[in-house]
């Protein structure tokens, strides 16, 4: 029984001693495993950052190149905006209004300041104020028809009431007379009852 016993006890501090000699092996490479995947995230993050580094001033190009260009087609959208919106809200310009957008359209300057944009510029300033002239021809005769409307309506309105006071002016002068005839009537036959 002891020798089992003794036994056992030799077995339990071999196990203890492989598996502390075991832990120790695969500290010691955790520990080596660590190192070299630490040089691994620094070597990356320095490429990463001299990547970033050469690639900045082409990234800068682009990105002022991009502004540029998105500059210039920002102004041609502004020039075109006018006819835009005319024509999702047609009932909103008035004459004026549309002669307002083609006096500030005029006067907006296309030159070589549009670099390769400036002949789109030039297109769609001409097709806008066309189609701006080709509105205000519309609007003024919408608007003259209106008012031509609004004329004759009124005149209507003018006409029915001289008639309803003429109407009113008669029938009180008939109702007048008929009661001036009657009052004569009565009169007169007042003077024959007393005579």
């Known amino acids: 029984r002891d020798a089992i016993g003794s036994l056992a006890a030799k077995v339990s501090k071999s196990k203890t001693l492989a ?8 500290a010691e490479e955790k520990a080596r495993i660590k190192l070299v995947d630490d040089d691994r995230i620094q070597f990356v993050k320095r490429m990463d950052a001299l990547r970033d580094e ?4 082409r990234n800068a190009w682009e990105q002022a190149e991009e502004d540029r260009v998105k500059k210039h087609q920002d102004a041609i959208i502004g020039i075109k905006m006018p006819a835009d919106l005319l024509q999702n809200y047609p009932a909103e310009w008035a ?19 549009f670099e390769e944009f400036e002949q789109e510029a030039k297109i769609a300033k001409l097709e806008t104020l ?14 003259a028809e209106q008012a031509e409307l609004e004329r004759l309506r009124k005149e209507q309105q003018e006409r029915e009431q001289r008639e309803r006071d003429e109407r009113i002016a008669k029938e009180a002068a008939d ?21």
């Open 19 to 26: 598996e502390k000699y075991a832990k120790d092996l695969v």
């Open 54 to 57: 050469i690639l900045a001033p």
């Open 95 to 113: 004459s004026e209004n549309i002669k307002v957008a083609i006096n500030d359209l005029e006067n907006v300057c296309i030159d070589s300041s």
């Open 130 to 143: 066309e189609k701006l002239r080709t509105a205000l021809v519309a609007r003024e005769k919408y608007e």
């Open 175 to 195: 109702k007048a007379r008929i009661e001036a005839e009657a009052k004569a009537l009565a009169e007169k036959q007042r003077f024959e009852r007393e005579q």
